[in-house]
């Protein structure tokens, strides 16, 4: 019960943070080392937190199994809500290692190169920069 309050209040704050209708969202700064210009490089993507490095969107023929291709993007739905920052919040405080599956590394993508092995508020805030966000 505590959690889903936890969560509530989170999306709560971030709805309120969102930016003002019209505004432009922020932009990326390119990075030579990120192919897709998601925000992270495709050595993170490839080789620890699983998603496609070459994608920057989920295809519209999406198959179950497939590697997602937007980190933040938990559902593959190409949007980031608060159903994906509920995700980490449920999962904040877990330890991670090298046997972990790829569904819960996917989840430490605050910090490159290569994840911190927690799931903290670092990895909160990189899905909370993006709510209401798409791909």
Known sequence: MRRWLIVLA?????SWQMWPAGAD????PADPNDGDGDGWTDGYEFTYIGTAPGLRCE???YLP???????????????VTG????VI???IGQLLTIDSPV???????????????VITA???QQVAARIGTVC
């Open 83 to 86: 159903f994906d920052l509920s």
């Open 25 to 28: 969202e922020p932009q990326l």
């Open 10 to 14: 989170l999306m709560a704050f971030v």
């Open 122 to 124: 670092a990895d909160l």
């Open 65 to 79: 199994g497939r590697v997602g291709a937007w980190p933040p993007d938990f559902n593959r739905d190409n949007f």
């Open 103 to 117: 569904e819960m590394r996917r989840l430490d993508i605050g910090n490159e190169p290569m994840g911190d092995a």
């Open 89 to 91: 919040t449920f999962n």
């Open 59 to 61: 295809p519209e023929d």
